[in-house]
């Protein structure tokens, strides 16, 4: 190749990270390029960001060996066809390091792949790599990842948010054409706040979490973070859907979003809970939220003040109900089965070594409030009455949805902080999942939509909830306010 057609092919190289995800799955249809390029400009964006700290493991050169059998095959059946995806370090994948962020799992390969990313496979797409995330997916700003904090694009001193940080953090940067994360209390939402990407988080059980390195069973959903709300609808389509391997999967056919989506939302009716303008919200947050409303009023829907009266007790009762399901799911790292062992002089001695070195200091404080609040005689006090609240929380939506079909709120009551700012106090950071913790309590679908800038100009989100497997719904309304916020990323690049 000469000088000229090499110079040429970089540029077409790096304008193709910078495209959405439908535009690639288009572009590779229509063989404006191959997948090979697709897959050799994202490796080449990727290997240009170590400062951003997203990848935990990157499986560059299997991805480019995929991208060319792609091209000689050229099977362009799948939604995703020749697509290269990075995903949470939270899923399991065959043969591929899967670590959660831990160190108890730095060494864990596991033999079975998780049923949402073997669905991103049958759709074409393949594995870029593994993102960072927080351990065990505890956190709000990937700080207690065993890997290292993730960077956010927005400044070198800011946190992604978290725990899909390392997921956020590598699709606004270009490194990924969309990424998957979960969130059991607003791991997907967050850090698509923090990052001004689109973060879905779908109706509990609308995909499956087998595979899944489980955190909390009862609230734990994957989802699509992407970089608009199109490609959220094609890669929520990509990978839902029922399956036998998860007892709490439910068996509902597989919907069309991206041919259902649109942006004509007239006379859908929105809710505004009174109770989430909370106390110190900046006003910042409260100027987003009206200039919300503003814009699906543009759009036709009708505004309506809503009470959901129990949300003040919604992070109490999830800081009882996540730590006492974790703690239990965290039982069987014991250094027997999977990953990190430490020495002992006996099995109890091996057993206290491996978990004292493998979790971190979040990890295990979890496990100590889980344990605690699980425990006979506190159990009735806290574990029982958590669930208690958990049910009025509920109850508070299915209210409201007899009349609204959706309810707006912002996504976060702050934009990115720095990195630090809030690591010595666990319930500042906590505070963090104040809007989107009911959702998962309640098992609904909810997304996070970037639709301005604070005065640092950094990304700020808003929160559409939907009833229970109406994701279109909330998808069009998402796009509606897409489309008025003209949201683009304004940061420059620090990290090359
Ligand atoms: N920040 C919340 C927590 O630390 C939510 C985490 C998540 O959704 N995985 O529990």
Redesign the pocket.
Known sequence: MNFLSSQRLLNKMSKISELSLTKIVNGIKKKDFSSEEVTKSFIDSSKKSKKLNTYITECFDEALEISKNFDKKKDYKGLLSGVPIAVKDLFCTKNVKTTAGSKILHNFIPTYESTVTSNLWSQGAFLLGKLNC?EF????SNETSFFGNVKNPYGEKLVPG??SGGSASALAAGLTPATIG??????IR?PASFTGTVGLKPTYGRCSRWGIVA?ASSLDQAGPMTNSVEDSALLLQAMSGYDSKDSTSVNKKIENYSSNLTEKIKGLKIGIPKEYRVDKMPTEIDDLWKKGIEYLKDAGAIIKNISLEHTMYALPAYYIV?PAEASSNLARYDGVKYGHRAVGKNLIEMYENTRSEGFGNEVKRRILIGTYVLSSGYYDAYYLKAQKVRQLIKNDFDKAFKDVDAILTPSTPSSAFKIGDKSDDPVSM?L??IFTVPV?LSGLPAISVPAGYDKNNLPLGLQLIGKAFDEQTILNLSLAIEKRANFKKNYSVWWT
């Open positions: 927080d997916a505890m956190g709000s978290g725990s979960t969130d059991t209390g607003g791991s967050q955190f996540a906590y963090n999942d998962n």
